[in-house]
């Protein structure tokens, strides 16, 4: 099964307590220190565009771009909902390492493990390169990965995760099986669904399949992408803690 088809439909409730707000700024605050401002901004793997909207409320012209068409549909309906807020996000279909807008943007973003769902080098590059030639001269590209020395020190445990709702209650059973040897995890998803409006249940199984990185390799490959690297750090910190964090961040300038 394809990642994110049913998945994509009850993203927004398993993420609901997720701080897009905190990230944003959080993101925002990372490309100020290297003095950019941005006024125009693309985000590669733009999900449900919830990222994508906290920055067009900061005042930024936003374009989303993702793979899923459900996760599209759900954002562009949540967005034709909001009044008030001009411009808002323009999202759009397509694959985040292939598309072409022929558009430029002051920055780049790919966020929520957008770079840890590219499994290869190969694909890496691939989104570089797409980061890359959507930006202008001097543009920066931010994403955040799931971290080598993290994952390695701290491996991967089976959780749930439960939600209770008036018309829907959800409960998510993630099943890892880790691949030392590819620096892979699959994260393997059992989702059952009690709709209490319908009196339904339901269950589906997804398999999402994780590439935990390494400064190191990110770094060589954004040289090859023709990027200069500018900072990284675990996730909403400005440096790397000890013990390493599973998650971080790393900000590469456009050469």
């Given at each position: 099964?394809?990642?994110?088809?049913?998945?994509?439909?009850?993203?927004?409730?398993?993420?609901?307590?997720?701080?897009?707000?905190?990230?944003?700024?959080?993101?925002?605050?990372?490309?100020?220190?290297?003095?950019?401002?941005?006024?125009?901004?693309?985000?590669?793997?733009?999900?449900?565009?919830?990222?994508?909207?906290?920055?067009?409320?900061?005042?930024?012209?936003?374009?989303?771009?993702?793979?899923?068409?459900?996760?599209?549909?759900?954002?562009?309906?949540?967005?034709?909902?909001?009044?008030?807020?001009?411009?808002?996000?323009?999202?759009?279909?397509?694959?985040?390492?292939?598309?072409?807008?022929?558009?430029?943007?002051?920055?780049?973003?790919?966020?929520?493990?957008?770079?840890?769902?590219?499994?290869?080098?190969?694909?890496?590059?691939?989104?570089?390169?797409?980061?890359?030639?959507?930006?202008?001269?001097?543009g920066m590209f931010f994403f955040d990965f799931w971290y080598g020395p993290?994952?390695?020190?701290?491996?991967?445990?089976?959780?749930?995760?439960?939600?209770?709702?008036?018309?829907?209650?959800?409960?998510?059973?993630?099943?890892?099986?880790?691949?030392?040897?590819?620096?892979?995890?699959?994260?393997?998803?059992?989702?059952?669904?009690?709709?209490?409006?319908?009196?339904?249940?339901?269950?589906?199984?997804?398999?999402?399949?994780?590439?935990?990185?390494?400064?190191?390799?990110?770094?060589?490959?954004?040289?090859?992408?023709?990027?200069?690297?500018?900072?990284?750090?675990?996730?909403?910190?400005?440096?790397?803690?000890?013990?390493?964090?599973?998650?971080?961040?790393?900000?590469?300038?456009?050469?």
């Amino acid at each position: 099964m394809a990642v994110f088809e049913d998945y994509a439909s009850y993203y927004n409730l398993l993420y609901a307590d997720k701080d897009y707000a905190a990230e944003v700024e959080f993101v925002l605050r990372q490309l100020r220190r290297f003095g950019l401002d941005p006024a125009s901004l693309l985000d590669l793997g733009c999900g449900t565009g919830r990222h994508a909207l906290e920055l067009a409320r900061r005042g930024i012209a936003v374009s989303g771009v993702d793979l899923s068409e459900t996760m599209i549909a759900i954002g562009r309906c949540a967005l034709g909902e909001i009044s008030g807020l001009r411009p808002l996000p323009k999202l759009c279909q397509g694959d985040a390492g292939k598309v072409r807008l022929g558009r430029k943007f002051a920055a780049v973003t790919s966020l929520f493990h957008v770079m840890s769902y590219q499994i290869d080098e190969e694909k890496a590059r691939a989104l570089m390169a797409s980061a890359h030639c959507h930006l202008r001269p001097g543009g920066m590209f931010f994403f955040d990965f799931w971290y080598g020395p993290g994952v390695l020190s701290d491996p991967p445990l089976q959780r749930e995760k439960k939600i209770t709702g008036q018309e829907i209650s959800l409960w998510r059973r993630a099943r890892p099986v880790q691949r030392i040897q590819e620096n892979i995890v699959e994260v393997n998803y059992e989702i059952n669904i009690s709709d209490h409006s319908r009196g339904r249940e339901s269950q589906f199984r997804e398999c999402h399949v994780m590439r935990y990185w390494f400064l190191p390799e990110l770094k060589f490959l954004a040289r090859q992408s023709g990027f200069s690297f500018l900072s990284a750090g675990g996730w909403l910190e400005d440096e790397f803690a000890s013990p390493p964090p599973w998650y971080a961040w790393i900000l590469l300038a456009r050469d």
